[in-house]
């Protein structure tokens, strides 16, 4: 009766089970994959947020398929604060970074093509691919994507900084990047939902305001103002001038398809992105703060590396190869009711790999940081 689509295996992996069991039984799990950032308590100015989604224009519903003038000015702004001219134009506003995926695989792709996909990242991309009858071909992050390419090939995916591995797009593989594209007339589409989560000094830039070939660079106020709840992102359109215009004239018609984001959502975006350096600030401070507990409780084990990192909310833990990536993160949780994904699901295939989200309560991520430790120096000695 079912499409096909949606033949994944819904069963639940016994990771999940085993914390549903712990959670059933009321027992205090210390969840390190905690990524929603309106439940870690940081300061937010509420007062500010909420008059922001209360604006007295509200009543009208009057929708543009790009999205209201003034949210799209405001994000044109936004990208003008680091030097790229994105016009108002060519903006088009999306109900979350899902949903901009989602508009662009029904721009670029006929069911059975494909798209590039860097390995390891983030697993929601398999899914969103397969929801509109596309096939993913993995590219791994260490060698880049290499000629020749396979057949169907409609468009690059990047993620900039990757999630999970916080590494920006370098010069040498943008350049590549760009190259690829132009050679076999593929769309590049560049994630930047952490663009603005540096951690290194001099982070390569912006994909955005490109001349040449077709690149969407996505955002949105989920990781720039933190605000998921809001459900607004944003898909920003740069390169030939008339490739942008076919594009979007077709984003235009697929969005007025759905018109789904919200008059009050779009409408607050010009006083969120004013708060969002603010918010950010907070956040950072947090990223580094855990960071700084993670790394000066490694120092103690030799047995665990931290993978180098320059940006984004994760940190991957290379971990002793005496079990899987699966079976560690199994054993956290039943022996030291520390909850953490394993790098398996992002597509760290061969090593045993963790991944920790580095936004958790930071009395939470130093007991959980040395419950872990703790438990590997106990299993490997
Ligand atoms: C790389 C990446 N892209 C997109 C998203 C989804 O963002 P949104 O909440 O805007 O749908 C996430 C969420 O974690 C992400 O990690």
């Known amino acids: 009766m079912f499409s096909s689509r949606l033949d994944w295996g819904l069963e639940q992996n016994p990771l999940w089970q085993e914390l549903s069991r712990k959670r059933a039984a009321g027992e205090t799990v ?106 993913a071909v993995a590219y791994s992050n260490d060698t880049g994507v290499f000629e020749p390419l396979p057949e169907r090939c409609r468009a690059i995916l990047a993620v900039h900084p990757n999630n999970p591995t916080g590494i920006y797009v370098h010069e040498d593989e943008a350049r590549r990047l760009h190259g690829l594209s132009a050679r076999h007339g593929l769309a590049l589409i560049v994630d930047e939902v952490f663009l603005d989560y540096a951690l290194v000094d001099d982070p390569p830039p912006s994909f955005a305001g490109a001349s040449k070939g077709l690149v969407f660079t996505l955002s949105g106020l989920s990781k720039l103002a933190a605000l998921p709840q809001v459900k607004l992102s944003w898909i920003a359109v740069s390169g030939a001038p008339e490739l942008c215009r076919d ?38 401070d947090r990223i580094r703060h855990n960071l700084s507990t993670l790394r000066l409780a490694v120092e103690h084990s030799p047995e665990v590396t931290l993978l180098p990192l320059e940006g984004g909310w994760y940190q991957t833990l290379r971990l002793p190869a005496i079990a899987t990536s699966e079976s560690w993160a199994l054993d956290f949780l039943k022996k030291a009711s520390v ?27 130093r007991e959980a940081t040395h419950r872990m430790l703790r438990r590997i120096a106990d299993r490997i000695n």
């Open 30 to 135: 210390l969840d390190l994959t905690e990524s929603n950032p309106t439940k870690v308590g940081l300061d937010y100015p509420e007062r500010e947020i909420l008059a922001s989604l209360a604006d007295p224009r509200v009543s009208t519903y009057a929708p543009d398929p790009r999205g209201w003038i003034s949210a799209r000015e405001a994000i044109s702004e936004y990208y003008s604060t680091f030097g790229k001219h994105v016009p108002s134009s060519n903006i088009v506003l999306t109900a979350g970074t899902s949903e901009a995926y989602g508009f662009l695989f029904k721009l670029l792709c006929d069911a059975g093509d494909r798209v590039l996909v860097p390995k390891p990242s983030y697993p929601l991309f398999d899914f969103l691919l397969s929801l509109d009858n596309v096939e």
């Open 247 to 284: 594009a979007l004239d077709r984003l235009e018609t697929i969005s007025d398809t759905y018109l789904s984001v919200s008059t009050a959502a779009q409408l607050a975006v010009p006083r969120l992105l004013a708060l969002a350096p603010s918010i950010r600030r907070g956040l950072n």
């Open 339 to 365: 909850y953490l994904h394993p790098g398996l699901y992002f597509g760290f295939e061969t090593e045993a790999c963790c991944v920790v989200s580095l936004i958790v309560d930071p009395s939470v991520f």
